[in-house]
């Protein structure tokens, strides 16, 4: 069974790469950029990507299943093209939401996505990871510059997910039966505040990172002058809030389904440490 796999130079998708030839799969890898994407040998690459969908036909051609990277945009054109090139089996990454009262900023995205692939009748598996530990580099460059991080809500606590366990699940439910129709809720093995998340990477650094509170108004003054968008400011400060009156508790997909613990904070912090050195 060749998989094609969208999004192949891609955070999570570049993982499936590795995670589906690690199993013996054959795949065919969609980017726009195959040398940048470092691909391993002995795989097929096409080049063009999801917003181009005139690239996907030659991409589909031959394929019995697909990764497919969330890009809402032009889902309703692969939809219809893989339901043409007669392709049943899709695994679509999504997102969790964050409580019902307060979903992810990328909700929408996700919410189209799935529909479109639940409406063309796909075995589907909708896979929905939450926040990553990824998100915390953004924290690197004060953490070089000044030793500390600066934010809001020190007790937020969220269940942070490393990619790599991410693209192990989606590569899990490619190559083994029993997924389809399914919806898994992605976590990391622990619930983390940001405190803790930044004492973790201080016990990486081997010295202390300071934690810098402060208020909400100064949290989305200081996002704005940064170019955050004031919808996005405000729409991350809700999240912290949310999730320091609701810590979020791991769901145990990962583990139920790869049959090993995920990948702690502590470990992620330690694998990256020269990202914030």
């Known amino acids: 069974m060749t998989v094609l796999v969208t999004g192949a130079t891609g955070n999570v998708g570049r993982l499936v790469v590795d995670e589906l030839v690690a199993r013996g799969v054959p795949v065919r890898a969609l980017t726009v950029d195959p040398e940048r994407a470092a691909l391993p040998d002995g795989i097929e690459v096409v080049v063009g990507s999801l917003a181009k969908p005139s690239t996907l036909p030659a991409a589909l051609d031959g394929v019995e299943a697909v990764y497919l990277a969330p890009y809402a945009r032009t889902v309703s054109r692969f939809c219809e093209l893989a339901g043409e090139a007669g392709i049943r089996r899709v695994v679509a990454l999504s997102g969790a939401s964050i409580g019902d009262e307060h979903p992810a900023s990328s909700g929408h995205e996700y919410a189209a996505v799935e529909?479109?692939?639940?409406?063309?009748?796909?075995?589907?598996?909708?896979?929905?990871?939450?926040?990553?530990?990824?998100?915390?580099?953004?924290?690197?460059p004060s953490i070089r510059e000044r030793g500390e991080v600066r934010s809001a809500y020190p007790g937020a606590t969220q269940t942070p997910i490393d990619l790599g366990d991410i693209?192990?699940?989606?590569?899990?439910?490619?190559?083994?039966?029993?997924?389809?129709?399914?919806?898994?809720?992605?976590?990391?093995?622990?619930?983390?505040?940001?405190?803790?998340?930044?004492?973790?990477?201080?016990?990486?650094?081997?010295?202390?990172?300071?934690?810098?509170?402060?208020?909400?108004?100064?949290?989305?003054?200081?996002?704005?002058?940064?170019?955050?968008?004031?919808?996005?400011?405000?729409?991350?400060?809700?999240?912290?809030?949310?999730?320091?009156?609701?810590?979020?508790?791991?769901?145990?997909?990962?583990?139920?389904?790869?049959?090993?613990?995920?990948?702690?904070?502590?470990?992620?912090?330690?694998?990256n440490v020269a990202a914030f050195s």
């Open 115 to 140: 529909a479109a692939v639940e409406a063309a009748g796909f075995a589907r598996t909708f896979v929905r990871p939450g926040a990553f530990m990824n998100n915390s580099l953004g924290w690197a």
């Open 167 to 271: 693209a192990a699940v989606a590569a899990h439910v490619l190559s083994t039966d029993g997924h389809v129709g399914r919806t898994y809720e992605l976590s990391g093995p622990e619930g983390i505040s940001f405190a803790e998340m930044v004492a973790a990477i201080g016990e990486a650094l081997g010295k202390p990172v300071s934690f810098v509170e402060l208020t909400p108004e100064e949290q989305v003054a200081e996002w704005v002058a940064a170019g955050y968008p004031e919808e996005i400011a405000s729409w991350l400060l809700g999240m912290y809030a949310y999730t320091t009156r609701n810590p979020q508790e791991p769901t145990g997909v990962v583990e139920e389904l790869l049959g090993r613990p995920g990948v702690s904070y502590a470990e992620w912090a330690k694998a």
